[in-house]
Every structure is written in C-alpha cells, then in structure tokens.
C-alpha cells in the first residue's frame, strides 16, 4: 500500500496588523523557503503590509486570498491542493475566524506541523478584555506565540505570558521589543511561592515547575517541593534513585516523552514502574555526561503511594 504524501502546513494567527506578514516575510529573508519547493499561500485578509509579487516568485509562494470565512471549506481547500499541489501551506489566517473550522477544513493529507501567533503588545489588554475568547482561541494551535511592539516599562508582560501559557502551554512566547530586539529574560508568573516552607506543586503546573526549574537552578537549589509523580526505574542505573516524573507533550502526540527528574531513595526497591507517588523532597543538583552546567536532582524526604492525577499528560 502506498501512502499520500504529506502536506505540511505553517499556520499564522493574530489579528489585523499584529506582524503575521512581518513574520512571513523574514522567514523569508532567512532563507527557510529557498529550497525551490512549490508554497501555497493562502492570505484571509487585507493588511497594510503585503508579499510583493517579486518575493513570492522567487519563493515559489503561489498566493491564494479568501475574503469570506464561509469560503473555508473542505471542497476549497482540496480543489487548491489539485490544482496547485503544493509541497506545503502557509496560512495566514485572519484573527476574527475560528481556527477550529480551518483545521477541520483540512485535506486528509494536510499535517499541521508549527503554529505561529502574533500579537501586538500594545492593544493585547483592550482585546483581552473586550474579546477575551476571540483572542485567547488564537493561541489553541500556537507552538510559538510572538509578542511584538513589546515594551518592559509600560507592561506587565510576565502577566502576558503567563495568559498566554494559561490557553496553551505547550507553546513558546517571545517578546519583541519596539527597537526590533528579542527579550530573552522575560520570566512567566510563577502559580507557587518559591519561599513557602514546602512549595506544592498542583498536577496542572507540573509543566511549568519542569521548564523553570532547569531554566532557574539556583532559585530551587535547597528548597523543599512536593509533587505527584509516576516512577521510572532506568534498567542500568546503579544506587538508591529513581526517576519521578509525568509524560509531557512538547509539540504533538507523536513527540510525548517522560519528563522527570532523578531522585534519591533509600527505600527505592519499594517501589515499582508505574507506581503514582508523592514525592517531598529537597532540590540539589547533579551532572549529567550529555550536559556540561549541573542538572536539577532531588533528595527525597518522603515518598507515598497515591492516585493517578486527573490529566496523565502534561502540556508545556
């Protein structure tokens, strides 16, 4: 049997003037659609900024443009793969639509493969607040959300991304200053207190606690948490450890690994893989030979057998 092609397809969500075209345009720069492959480029509105007819002949970018959100349709959508057969599809959709009714529109042979939303910074609050589920749907199939137009001494934009992490957390937000710079220091609103006696770890910020951890080391290092967990024990590993952790999803099913961390314990031979645990324990660090700065560890204090937590999967 032998099986379709697949059609990989870049979405672009945001509202009318919030950098989609922008976005397109220097990824085009970079060179990422160089490679002489045929792009079907659907645009579903009008905005100041546009391709120019140069760049998309160069590109091999073949422009399509929808004016109605009626016109997402699986027939329109399999008559431009016929006609056009596009090696992939960029989609820049507008703002206003349901990205639900694009995705189901899709050809059989379509694969989302990255989502991309972008936002402008300076009107991010006024719609939040105006058209909170207009804007927040925009971040459903984001693996990248883009804050332009950013700003750090006017906004609050840890509370950006945090409300941006709250609809999905899976995805990466960057902010993009006015200058045209990329703040990387931008840290997310932490849902605990890392001076609590114990910080407790609920099952839905077990994602969160994971990436800060490792990105911030030195702020967990001798703090006490306390989380649920499943137990993995690696079949080569030597002493009294185990490995506590959750299955998370970075991107998609297909890339969903277990996230844990290696955890020192007497009474590890109690345990068994596939055990849910409550793990309290003390943050130190340890040294991996793929890694050259220290690693997140723990030293376990208590560990009790508990129930599975509601969601196994985990969503960065």
Not at 26 to 36: C, N, T, Y
Not at 198 to 212: P, S
Request: aromatic share 12%; with cysteine.
């Amino acid at each position: 049997m032998i099986r379709k092609r697949e059609v990989l397809v870049y979405l672009l969500t945001g509202f009318l003037e919030s950098g989609k075209t922008s976005f397109i345009r220097e990824v085009i720069r970079e060179g990422q659609f160089a490679d002489g492959k045929a792009t079907l480029y659907i645009r579903c509105e009008e905005g100041i900024e546009e391709l120019d007819d140069a760049t998309m002949t160069d590109n091999r970018f073949i422009l399509r443009v929808v004016e109605e959100e009626e016109e997402i349709t699986p027939e329109y959508l399999k008559k431009c793969e016929e006609y056009i057969k596009p090696d992939r599809v960029v989609i820049e959709y507008n703002g206003t639509w349901d990205p639900d009714r694009l995705i189901e529109a899709f050809p059989e042979s379509w694969m989302l493969v990255e989502g991309i939303a972008t936002v402008d910074s300076t009107t991010f609050e006024q719609y939040l607040s105006n058209m909170k589920q207009m804007m927040t749907r925009q971040f459903a199939y984001a693996d990248l959300i883009v804050f332009n137009r950013s700003d750090r001494e006017s906004m609050n934009l840890a509370a950006y991304k945090r409300k941006a992490r709250a609809v999905n957390r899976r995805s990466q937000v960057i902010f993009e200053m006015k200058d045209g710079s990329v703040d990387p220091n931008i840290r997310e609103e932490l849902p605990y207190s890392l001076d609590d006696e114990v910080i407790e770890i609920t099952d839905e910020d077990y994602g969160i606690w994971y990436l800060d951890c490792y990105e911030h080391l030195d702020s967990y290092l001798g703090k006490v948490v306390r989380f649920k967990g499943y137990v993995y024990k690696p079949r080569h590993g030597k002493g009294k450890f185990f490995v506590a952790g959750r299955r998370c999803m970075t991107c998609c099913e297909a890339d969903i690994q277990f996230y844990g961390f290696p955890c020192a314990y007497e009474e590890e031979g109690k345990l068994k893989d596939r055990d849910v645990v409550m793990v309290t324990a003390e943050v130190m660090t340890t040294k991996r030979p793929d890694v050259d700065e220290p690693v997140p560890a723990l030293l376990a204090r208590e560990v009790e057998k508990t129930e599975p937590p509601a969601e196994e999967i985990v969503f960065f």
